[in-house]
């Protein structure tokens, strides 16, 4: 390699760096809606994690409003989100309904045990057959099903209190009166 | 009135640093005087605009002004008035305005502290800086102004996040931020290096103790980080390999990488246009941080706040600042002789590997960082790049790092063999090896291989270190030499020493957390007793206790070793009067060989309360180590060379084979 062009190198990688972060904010999942808003849900059904006699399934989400919560005990962002879902938990009228997703069961219902439970239900989902359906890529993902059962809302990344009130809450509340 | 003005300050800190960009450098290129000797005022000024700036905004939040935007959502009349002021950094803005102020601290005091230097380097190094402030006063003045107006004026604010109402957190940002923007020092110097075409020894001499300091702050603030998080999350863990960790580690890889680099280039002249890389890399990983964290590009538990346009703009100015140094790089560093000779057996050559494995690590983290996007940009499906593949990565490479860290110091210079190596350290080797075997005997070990590892590492880190120390002191007699040594010219010697020991220190913390680490959780109601690695935990009970601007469910333990009760701890759990967010408070009784944390969970009812039991060995030896590496810097920078460098133009270069 000519000793010119070697001194290139950087450059070209730095550009490939760039190419892929423009992609990124191009991509940003926060911008682009989900394929799946306007539709009605996938259908599904998953053992309960915390009572696996019980099932948790599509028809679940009708009548109500429900905010599906993806999850998993290895997720550090769910972490930080779950304190936030225990103040939404006392909220009535709607659902909170998690999918524990990727996850193992044992873990999960520490997590449950040690920081509290805000969901009404949780379809255990440990090898993503339902995340898949959902277009689930990460987690915490979080969506807004109306009482129809049609996805209304995708939210990637933690709920924090301002995502809460400038956004979900907002769009709850016209659901709810919608319904 | 005052956040008014504290916004034209910032605009006017942006017209001197227009000015500041232009006026020096062309100077330094037409051989202008007078322009070039605008340098040191100009960074003075800038200097001057931003504290003013940033005392309006502390005065906006310590009086709780509410009609401020950004004070009326990070501030709260509540908050204990320590968090009033830290909350000026809770957010973006402010986080911001933060940077800034610091970046321009840098700049005035390299202007106060370069009076030795040929005024065309000053000038052309302000000149440099100057770039970097316009980028992000452009930024802030467009789209993140910490003075923007709120109306109608709230009557309460909506409270700094409760994760940030810490003493730990409070110092957290300013640590890290002086780390992030005094590697621009360096930067500058390179970016001036190479416009003047000048990458001589002198040019490594100059930038070796800036960037020494800066690795200093960056260090101590990586480790308050750590720390923050292990009592604060309540988990227990150190690290977390979360993208902001991650975004303020690879500056730091860099940097430990730059900080011997320059040490070689300094003293053998060898590395130049590595180390111009290395330099040029280094802040650039900063920024890249800052984008990574402002710009929503990836989630994380620290991503407070982001907006893409932001994201965008950061995007832009990380193209003309990172690609316009490399592309200055591609022009100018082919001239650079590469100088400066060396066998394979020479302290070249370790130190060499050294920065390789650096920039290999410093490659998977970023990778790891970017996983997300790069396996959604070629849609490779399950991303199986989390925690556990970070940590088999670390492990991977730590072992040969240590190893390297051993041999590197007692390496002579351009030329060494072997066989003296061997005999010089084959004790150090001896007890390693002892240590090993030791280790891995049945009954002491759990039947895992990196106990023994581990510790053997450490052990010959400390040996081999120690026996350096000896043949340093082997002509000289007592301690007083030794003293007068520490006075003179050891102190860079004794710092590397110190810092090497640090990462000695930090391996036996790793290593025992990891593999000895206890952890329970249970149900337990008052008057229930537990057990774990020894250590009864009883439960009196908890009760409601009122705080400044919270509420909180308060556990009372007794810990007992055998009979003897040697701790009390009071966890707790916190409701922000601010909002609904609870925060758990982790009771810790800490000591130097283990710590007992105790987290309160949730009430289960009838007085019970769910609640997780750790036992941590030797946690405290990772931030120690830490703490060991930082102080090893201090030393380093205090060395007779740097004290009397404003006397001296030049230092003899090689004169003495310390300090790598």
């Given at each position: 390699?000519?000793?010119?062009v070697?001194?290139?190198t950087?450059l070209?990688i730095?550009?490939?760096?760039?190419?892929l972060?423009?992609?990124?904010?191009?991509?940003?999942?926060?911008?682009?809606?989900?394929?799946?808003?306007g539709?009605?849900?996938?259908?599904f059904t998953?053992?309960?994690?915390?009572?696996?006699?019980?099932t948790?399934?599509?028809?679940d989400?009708?009548?109500?409003?429900?905010?599906?919560?993806?999850?998993?005990s290895?997720?550090?962002?769910?972490?930080?989100?779950?304190?936030?879902?225990?103040?939404l938990?006392?909220?009535p009228?709607?659902?909170?309904v998690?999918?524990?997703?990727?996850d193992e069961?044992?873990?999960?219902?520490?997590?449950?045990?040690?920081?509290g439970?805000?969901?009404?239900?949780?379809?255990?989902?440990?090898?993503n057959?339902?995340?898949?359906?959902?277009?689930?890529?990460?987690?915490?993902?979080?969506?807004?099903?109306?009482?129809?059962?049609?996805?209304?809302?995708?939210?990637?990344g933690?709920i924090?209190?301002k995502?809460?009130e400038?956004?979900l809450?907002p769009?709850?509340?016209?659901?709810?009166?919608?319904? | 009135?005052?956040?008014?003005?504290?916004?034209?300050?910032l605009?006017?800190?942006?017209?001197?640093?227009?000015?500041?960009?232009s006026?020096?450098?062309?100077?330094s290129?037409?051989g202008n005087?007078?322009?070039?000797?605008?340098?040191?005022?100009?960074?003075?000024g800038?200097?001057?605009m931003?504290?003013?700036?940033?005392?309006?905004?502390?005065?906006?939040?310590?009086t709780?002004d509410?009609?401020?935007?950004?004070?009326?959502?990070?501030?709260?009349?509540l908050l204990?008035?320590?968090?009033?002021?830290?909350?000026?950094?809770g957010?973006?803005?402010g986080?911001?305005l933060?940077?800034?102020l610091?970046?321009?601290?840098?700049?005035?005091?390299?202007a106060?502290?370069?009076?030795?230097?040929?005024?065309?380097?000053?000038a052309?190094v302000?000149?440099?800086q100057?770039?970097?402030a316009?980028?992000?006063?452009?930024?802030?003045?467009?789209?993140s102004?910490?003075?923007?107006?709120l109306f109608?004026?709230?009557?309460?604010?909506?409270?700094?996040n409760p994760?940030?109402?810490d003493?730990?957190?409070?110092?957290?940002p300013?640590?890290?931020?002086?780390?992030?923007v005094?590697?621009?020092?360096?930067?500058?110097?390179a970016?001036?290096?190479?416009i003047g075409?000048?990458?001589?020894?002198?040019?490594?001499?100059?930038?070796?103790?800036?960037?020494?300091v800066?690795?200093?702050?960056?260090?101590?603030?990586?480790?308050?980080?750590?720390?923050?998080a292990?009592?604060?999350?309540?988990?227990?863990?150190?690290w977390?390999w979360?993208?902001?960790?991650?975004?303020?580690?690879?500056?730091?890889?860099i940097?430990?990488?730059?900080?011997?680099?320059?040490?070689?280039?300094?003293?053998?002249?060898?590395?130049?246009?590595?180390t111009?890389l290395?330099a040029i890399?280094?802040f650039?990983?900063?920024?890249l941080?800052?984008?990574?964290?402002r710009?929503?590009?990836l989630?994380s538990?620290?991503?407070?706040?982001t907006?893409?346009?932001?994201?965008?703009?950061?995007?832009l100015?990380?193209?003309?600042?990172?690609g316009?140094s490399?592309?200055?790089?591609?022009?100018?560093?082919p001239?650079?002789?590469?100088?400066g000779?060396?066998?394979?057996?020479?302290?070249?050559?370790a130190?060499l590997a050294?920065n390789?494995?650096?920039?290999?690590?410093?490659?998977?983290?970023?990778?790891?960082?970017l996983a997300?996007?790069i396996y959604?940009?070629?849609?490779w499906?399950?991303?199986s790049v989390?925690?556990?593949?970070?940590n088999?990565?670390?492990?991977?490479?730590?072992?040969f790092l240590?190893?390297?860290?051993?041999?590197?110091p007692?390496?002579?210079?351009?030329?060494?063999?072997?066989l003296?190596?061997?005999?010089?350290?084959?004790?150090?080797?001896?007890?390693?090896?002892?240590v090993l075997?030791?280790?891995?005997?049945?009954g002491?070990?759990h039947?895992?291989?990196w106990?023994p590892?581990?510790?053997?590492?450490?052990?010959?880190?400390?040996?081999?270190?120690l026996i350096?120390?000896?043949d340093r002191?082997?002509h000289?007699?007592?301690w007083?030499?030794?003293?007068?040594?520490?006075?003179?010219?050891?102190?860079?010697?004794?710092g590397m020493?110190?810092?090497h020991l640090g990462?000695?220190?930090?391996?036996?913390?790793?290593?025992?957390?990891?593999n000895?680490q206890?952890?329970?959780?249970?149900?337990m109601g008052?008057?229930?007793?537990?057990?774990l690695?020894?250590?009864?935990?009883?439960?009196?009970?908890?009760?409601k206790?009122?705080?400044?601007?919270?509420?909180?469910?308060?556990?009372?333990?007794k810990?007992?070793?055998?009979?003897?009760?040697?701790a009390?701890?009071?966890?707790e759990?916190r409701?922000?009067?601010?909002?609904?967010m609870?925060m758990?408070?982790?009771a810790?009784?800490?000591?130097l060989?283990?710590?007992i944390?105790?987290?309160?969970?949730?009430?289960?009812?009838?007085?019970d309360?769910?609640?997780?039991l750790?036992y941590?060995?030797?946690?405290?030896?990772?931030?120690?180590?830490?703490?060991f590496m930082?102080?090893?810097?201090?030393?380093?920078?205090?060395?007779?060379?740097?004290?009397?460098?404003?006397?001296?133009v030049t230092?003899?270069?090689?004169?003495?084979a310390?300090?790598?």
């Amino acid at each position: 390699m000519p000793k010119s062009v070697r001194y290139l190198t950087p450059l070209v990688i730095f550009a490939a760096l760039v190419a892929l972060l423009i992609f990124g904010l191009g991509n940003d999942p926060r911008e682009v809606p989900s394929p799946l808003i306007g539709k009605p849900v996938p259908e599904f059904t998953l053992p309960e994690l915390t009572d696996p006699s019980r099932t948790v399934s599509d028809k679940d989400l009708k009548g109500k409003v429900s905010l599906v919560n993806v999850w998993a005990s290895w997720c550090a962002s769910c972490r930080a989100e779950h304190q936030s879902l225990m103040a939404l938990a006392e909220i009535p009228d709607f659902q909170i309904v998690g999918l524990n997703w990727k996850d193992e069961g044992r873990d999960a219902m520490q997590v449950l045990r040690m920081t509290g439970n805000p969901y009404d239900m949780i379809g255990y989902d440990p090898d993503n057959t339902v995340g898949i359906d959902w277009g689930v890529y990460g987690a915490p993902e979080t969506f807004i099903v109306d009482p129809e059962g049609v996805i209304r809302y995708k939210h990637i990344g933690p709920i924090d209190r301002k995502v809460w009130e400038e956004t979900l809450q907002p769009l709850v509340a016209q659901l709810k009166a919608e319904g | 009135m005052i956040p008014e003005l504290g916004h034209v300050a910032l605009i006017l800190a942006l017209v001197v640093a227009v000015v500041q960009a232009s006026f020096p450098l062309a100077g330094s290129l037409s051989g202008n005087r007078p322009w070039m000797a605008m340098a040191r005022p100009l960074a003075y000024g800038q200097f001057a605009m931003l504290a003013i700036a940033f005392a309006a905004l502390a005065q906006a939040f310590l009086t709780s002004d509410f009609s401020v935007l950004y004070v009326a959502e990070n501030s709260n009349s509540l908050l204990p008035q320590i968090y009033k002021f830290s909350a000026i950094w809770g957010g973006h803005e402010g986080s911001l305005l933060l940077w800034v102020l610091l970046m321009s601290t840098w700049g005035a005091a390299v202007a106060a502290l370069s009076k030795n230097l040929p005024q065309g380097v000053v000038a052309r190094v302000i000149s440099v800086q100057g770039m970097v402030a316009i980028g992000f006063l452009l930024f802030m003045l467009l789209t993140s102004n910490p003075f923007e107006r709120l109306f109608p004026v709230p009557p309460e604010g909506r409270d700094l996040n409760p994760l940030l109402q810490d003493p730990g957190l409070a110092i957290h940002p300013p640590m890290l931020y002086m780390g992030y923007v005094g590697f621009s020092v360096a930067f500058a110097f390179a970016i001036a290096a190479l416009i003047g075409g000048r990458l001589d020894t002198a040019w490594a001499r100059w930038s070796r103790p800036w960037t020494t300091v800066a690795w200093i702050f960056l260090t101590i603030g990586i480790a308050l980080g750590s720390w923050w998080a292990y009592y604060e999350l309540g988990w227990g863990g150190w690290w977390f390999w979360d993208p902001v960790e991650n975004a303020s580690l690879m500056p730091w890889l860099i940097g430990t990488a730059l900080i011997h680099s320059l040490a070689v280039t300094e003293k053998r002249g060898a590395f130049k246009s590595w180390t111009v890389l290395l330099a040029i890399f280094a802040f650039s990983l900063s920024l890249l941080g800052t984008f990574l964290v402002r710009s929503g590009v990836l989630t994380s538990v620290h991503a407070f706040a982001t907006d893409p346009t932001r994201g965008l703009f950061i995007l832009l100015f990380l193209c003309v600042v990172i690609g316009g140094s490399l592309a200055l790089y591609a022009w100018r560093a082919p001239e650079v002789s590469e100088g400066g000779r060396f066998d394979l057996i020479s302290r070249e050559s370790a130190l060499l590997a050294n920065n390789l494995l650096f920039v290999a690590f410093t490659v998977l983290v970023l990778f790891g960082t970017l996983a997300p996007l790069i396996y959604e940009a070629f849609d490779w499906g399950k991303i199986s790049v989390g925690f556990p593949w970070f940590n088999k990565m670390f492990l991977a490479l730590a072992p040969f790092l240590a190893v390297l860290l051993g041999l590197g110091p007692a390496a002579r210079w351009k030329h060494d063999s072997l066989l003296r190596l061997v005999r010089m350290l084959w004790l150090a080797l001896a007890l390693s090896i002892a240590v090993l075997a030791i280790a891995a005997l049945p009954g002491v070990d759990h039947g895992n291989l990196w106990v023994p590892v581990g510790l053997a590492l450490a052990a010959w880190l400390l040996f081999s270190h120690l026996i350096l120390i000896r043949d340093r002191l082997k002509h000289k007699q007592g301690w007083q030499a030794w003293v007068a040594d520490l006075r003179g010219n050891g102190r860079s010697f004794y710092g590397m020493v110190l810092a090497h020991l640090g990462v000695a220190v930090f391996v036996v913390g790793v290593t025992m957390v990891m593999n000895y680490q206890e952890e329970q959780d249970v149900r337990m109601g008052p008057g229930d007793s537990q057990e774990l690695a020894g250590y009864r935990f009883e439960f009196l009970g908890a009760e409601k206790t009122p705080g400044p601007n919270y509420r909180a469910d308060r556990g009372h333990f007794k810990v007992y070793k055998g009979d003897k009760q040697i701790a009390e701890l009071y966890p707790e759990k916190r409701s922000y009067l601010g909002g609904g967010m609870p925060m758990t408070e982790a009771a810790i009784d800490a000591g130097l060989f283990r710590d007992i944390y105790v987290s309160l969970g949730e009430p289960v009812g009838g007085g019970d309360w769910a609640l997780r039991l750790y036992y941590k060995p030797y946690v405290r030896w990772i931030w120690l180590g830490a703490i060991f590496m930082a102080l090893g810097g201090i030393l380093a920078v205090t060395d007779r060379r740097y004290r009397t460098a404003k006397s001296r133009v030049t230092a003899p270069a090689g004169a003495t084979a310390v300090g790598a």
